[in-house]
């Protein structure tokens, strides 16, 4: 069952509101341009080449001007929801080509600064039509021009010549300036869509580019807050854990004394692909600063992360620091803990931070869980 407008949800609503006051726009928009096709006609008029009085011009451009309020006021009162054409496009175009061919039958010498100065607008509205509409609208406007001509006008022999000329020109505007005026709209769309499509990427390259560290490529403090916040949450809703490792590369300081920052650099990017490569789609590595990184393990107990941290430090057993020293390697400091319910993300941290400062105090190279299990790692060099 159909439902009234009342009973409708609210963006539906306001969704046909703005479509009725785009559809009054567009009646005012046609409107205003047939009404600077009849000021064309008063000058057309006042320098004496048309044959109409000024009193019959008037009245002439009164029922055209009421035309459009109309049009505009059906709108208002939403009578035209009713109709297949709510736009009621077809009845503005052939209510604007009538006002057109009428005002160019009084016209003399000027009928063609008449007849096509009324024309411009009437293309840019028959824009919204279909293409059989185009068609209608195109022959029905040949149609009544052809019959002012016929029933209307005392045309001689050399007029005629005049008229057909007319009318081939009235023909290509009706017939190709629609087509035109499209084919201009659906390239600049289509501009705008690939502009838009490269502007969408290039705004996901700097979302991207924010939650990035810039050295590393991987992720950076505030993406890995937002992300522990998110396991936080899921953890309290379903009763689940997850787990960080906090990782500290052990004298750091001398790889940067001996082999310069570029290396240093270079190590630290390098340990950030191991690390990569050990977690999971779900898990996350972030860079704290300096050569601290936090890994997160999603849905994951302190069990399953030593053994994620035994991997990590496998992978560095092949990574090589510098090739002037290939046998020279660099060693982890880890910290382990397990979110516990009712923790914040500071105090899980702080509770890793606390274990790694554990695993650097005792001779560094080692794992220390945060409830006290210590595992000493064995020297990769």
């Keep these: 069952m159909g439902c009234r407008q009342g009973d409708q949800p609210m963006a539906t609503i306001d969704d046909v509101n703005s479509q009725q006051k785009a559809r009054i726009h567009r009646v005012a928009t046609l409107g205003t341009g047939i ?47 009713s109709l297949e054409d709510p736009d009621m496009a077809v009845a503005q175009m052939i209510w604007a080509l009538t006002v057109v061919v009428i005002t ?25 039509l279909t293409r059989s509409q185009q068609i209608f609208v195109a022959c029905y406007g040949l149609l009544i021009y052809m019959l002012s001509v016929v029933y209307l006008t005392n045309v001689d022999a050399l007029g005629w010549v005049t008229e057909i000329v007319l009318i081939i020109a009235f023909a290509l505007v009706l017939v190709f300036g629609p087509a035109l005026y499209q084919f201009e709209r659906n390239v600049i769309e289509t501009v705008i869509s690939d502009k838009n499509v490269e502007l969408g990427k290039a705004l996901e390259q700097i979302k991207e580019l924010a939650v990035r560290d810039e050295l590393t490529g991987v992720y950076n403090r505030r993406y890995l807050l937002d992300m522990l916040a998110r396991e936080k949450a899921m953890a309290d809703r379903k009763n689940d854990v997850f787990s960080v490792c906090y990782v500290d590369l052990d004298y750091f300081k001398k790889v940067n004394d001996r082999f310069g920052h570029a290396t240093g650099d270079d190590v630290l990017r390098s340990f950030a692909r191991v690390a990569e490569h050990v977690v999971r789609e779900v898990d996350c590595v972030a860079r704290m ?26 992978g560095l057993r092949d990574m090589h620091v510098t090739r002037a020293e290939p046998r020279y390697r660099v060693t982890v400091s880890v910290g382990i803990t ?5 923790d914040t993300i500071q105090q899980m941290l702080d509770r890793a931070d606390r ?6 105090r005792t001779g560094r190279n080692r794992m220390v869980v945060a409830n006290g299990e210590v595992t000493s790692l064995s020297n990769p060099g």
């Excluded at 006042?46 to 002439?60: D, K, R, V």
């Excluded at 274990?355 to 650097?360: C, Q, S, T, V």
Aim: charged residues 15%; glycine residues 10%.
């Design 338 to 342: 397990e979110y516990r319910q009712g």
């Design 35 to 81: 009404f600077i096709h009849l000021m064309v006609c008063w000058t057309v008029l006042s320098i004496g080449h048309m044959n109409i009085s000024p009193t019959e011009l008037f009245a002439l451009s009164s029922v055209a001007i009421a035309g459009f309020v109309f049009l505009a006021l059906l709108i208002g009162v939403e009578w035209n929801l």
């Design 355 to 360: 274990a790694l400062y554990d695993a650097k």
């Design 289 to 314: 600063g300096g050569e601290e990184f936090v890994l997160v393990f999603a849905g994951t107990g302190e069990r399953d992360a030593v053994r994620g941290a035994e991997r990590l430090v496998a």
């Design 104 to 128: 160019s039958h009084f016209a003399l010498d000027l009928k063609a600064v008449v007849l096509l100065s009324g024309l411009a607008m009437v293309v840019m509205g028959a824009n919204r």
